[in-house]
């Protein structure tokens, strides 16, 4: 198992120890907070005839779910700054950081019992930052991404129930991200990451 599988195996195991330690008597709330562990599988759909892509990885992700009522809901996930390898071609020519924060409403199937599927759909906002390139591209095309992604997301998943109030989830979503690529400020194409993004966590609800 990986360094970065090995990390994400390690939250979920504690994230299950702290919530199935707090009293299960607790009262349900509108409060739904999860850990989830996420794979990032990216499109890489590139216009700028680089072949552009980005490294897929798993990544941690808390997520704050507010239930209007016992059918709709709207979720806040979050996660600190990515670091990605940029590669034009297969070969490795920089790297970038990106942060991904997405809301979504939610229609929770909630006459269910245990099984609590969900539908979302909402927004995702990027931050992009930290962009490096190698010395020979930098010298070579002076390139520069767009800082700001703003797109949709879509979402499916399910929690169930396995103790009070705590909960197994799995989750996948798309989501529309995408950057404007530039050589000595003209913009020469597109690079889309449009990643699924699947995951599996804990949840309580406070």
């Known amino acids: 198992m990986s360094r970065l599988n090995t990390k994400a195996a390690a ?14 008597g607790a009262q349900e709330t509108p409060w739904l907070v999860r850990v989830r562990a996420v794979n990032l599988d990216s499109a890489n759909k590139d216009s700028t005839g680089l072949d552009l892509s980005i490294n897929n990885k798993v990544l941690p992700e808390v997520d704050f779910t507010y239930f209007f009522t016992p059918a709709w809901a709207t979720e806040l996930v979050l996660t600190y700054p990515q670091k990605q390898t940029v590669r034009a071609g297969g070969s490795d020519i920089g790297s970038l950081k990106h942060l991904p924060p997405t ?16 539908l979302g ?3 995702n906002y990027t931050r992009f930052s930290s962009v490096k390139f190698s010395p020979a591209v930098q010298a070579a095309l002076d390139p520069s ?4 992604s703003f797109g949709l997301a879509l979402q499916a998943g399910f929690d169930y129930e396995f103790a009070k109030n705590t ?15 530039s ?3 003209a913009q020469v194409g597109t690079f889309k990451v449009d990643p699924w993004l699947i995951g599996i966590g804990i949840g309580r609800r406070f």
């Open 121 to 123: 759909a909402g927004l």
């Open 103 to 118: 809301l979504t409403l939610q229609y929770h199937f909630a006459d269910l019992g245990k099984f609590k599927p969900y």
């Open 167 to 181: 909960y197994f989830n799995f989750d996948v979503k798309k989501v529309k991200i995408h950057t404007d690529v």
């Open 145 to 148: 991404l767009s800082k700001n």
């Open 183 to 185: 050589s000595a400020g």
């Open 11 to 24: 939250l979920l195991a504690v994230a299950a120890m702290g919530f199935t330690a707090m009293d299960a």
